[in-house]
């Protein structure tokens, strides 16, 4: 390799290391936001201030207000609160219904996994978002219908990768001589899979989490998701439509910028941490 060569990808592994620093730290500042905002200022979800309706982006209100007189910033911050809250319960139950299934699959092998494999497939070709808004519509609006919704349609990704690497440990020589040596097939798993799928099971949570916030947003943006009143980011974007026509263009933004920035966060430390449990794909001078 030339000596341009190497300068340039050093040049590419400095971005990439400033690139996840400044994704860690926005994560970071939303966080903390998240956290200690809400409880310190307190919103009433029902207040209606008319006098202050549609007002620019300004000292007093950085993100504007929306047509009700209610402060965009504010109100995003507890929407994203509870984008973030839903988001990874909804990951959670997505994590634990695809890892057993996954796991059941690749450690039986021969029919069940065939069975239980051909039923991934079949929830796999259902559109998640019309099977979503199926399983919402029977429950009345709240975070917990959005939850069920999502933590139903989106296992199938787990199951998958839980099953790919139970059958790649499945091969390895320690596991082998485990069997060979009269493990029963649960000592295998407790002792000898879950320690080596936990970091996997964990990344994809952590995936999972921003695709969870999409989905609950959409869910709200067409009015199944959270209830109207309550500050979720796409109950905001729905309603900032209507501000659009009068040039109110902070009504959506705000709320649009508050779901983009903190999931390409996320894929920017989940691409980073990827790399660092798979040291082949990575390049050596990330070492």
């Known amino acids: 390799m030339s000596t341009t060569d190497m300068a340039a990808d050093v040049a590419v592994v400095k971005v990439r290391r400033k690139g996840v620093w400044a994704a860690a730290i926005t ?9 200690v905002v809400p409880p310190i200022v307190q919103l009433d979800q029902q207040l209606v201030d008319l006098r202050s309706a549609g007002l620019a982006p ?3 209100h950085p993100l504007g207000t929306d047509e009700m007189g209610r402060d965009v910033l504010l109100r995003s911050l507890y929407g994203l609160r509870v984008s973030f809250m839903v988001g990874l319960v909804a990951a959670l139950v997505s994590m634990v219904i695809g890892g057993l299934l996954g796991l059941a ?3 039986l ?5 065939r069975l239980l494999m051909r039923v991934v497939d079949g929830f796999s070709a259902l ?16 975070p917990y219908a959005v939850i069920v919704s999502v933590g139903v349609t989106h296992w199938t990704t787990a199951a998958r990768i839980v099953r790919s690497e139970v ?3 499945r091969e390895r020589p320690f596991v082998e001589a485990a069997i060979s040596g009269g493990a029963s ?6 002792r000898h899979l879950l320690p080596h799928l936990a970091p996997h099971l964990l990344l994809a949570t952590v995936l999972m989490v921003p695709h969870a916030i999409w989905h609950e947003t959409a869910l709200s943006f067409l009015g199944l998701g959270l209830p109207p009143h309550l500050a979720s980011l796409g109950n905001m974007i729905n309603d900032g439509q209507r501000s659009l026509l009068s040039g109110d263009w902070w009504s959506s933004f705000a709320p649009g910028l508050f779901i983009l920035v903190p999931t390409l966060a ?11 449990l798979n040291p082949r794909t990575r390049s050596e001078l990330s070492l």
């Open 266 to 276: 996320v894929s920017v430390l989940t691409q980073h941490w990827r790399d660092r």
């Open 185 to 190: 097939r649960a000592r295998v798993v407790r």
């Open 127 to 142: 559109p998640h978002l019309l099977l979503g808004i199926f399983i919402v519509a029977m429950f009345a609006p709240s």
């Open 105 to 107: 699959a690749g450690s």
């Open 58 to 60: 300004s000292p007093a």
């Open 167 to 169: 059958l790649s440990l």
């Open 109 to 113: 092998g021969g029919l069940p996994d």
């Open 27 to 35: 994560l970071g500042v939303l966080a903390l936001a998240v956290l």
